[in-house]
């Protein structure tokens, strides 16, 4: 079974984030627009608070809290 860049992309960060304590911030970087576009959609649909996504020139940054 082969998961989607999205999806690698997601799990990553997600396993980062629990790694961190309630009400931290992680940052992840992204340099591709799709994954822009759908890994915070993937962070909202998990419960988690996206705060910011912001272009970078190269590359995009997006925050996300950990609620629990």
Do not use: W
């Not at 309630?22 to 799709?34: K, R, S, Y």
Request: hydrophobic share 40%.
């Amino acid at each position: 079974m082969k998961i989607s860049k999205k999806c690698q992309y997601a799990l990553k960060a997600v396993f980062e984030l629990e790694k961190l304590e309630t009400g931290a911030i992680l940052g992840v970087l992204l340099n591709e627009d799709e994954l822009v576009r759908n890994v915070p959609e993937s962070f909202t649909e998990q419960g988690r608070e996206v705060i910011e996504v912001k272009n970078l020139g190269d590359h995009f940054c997006v925050k996300v809290r950990r609620k629990k």
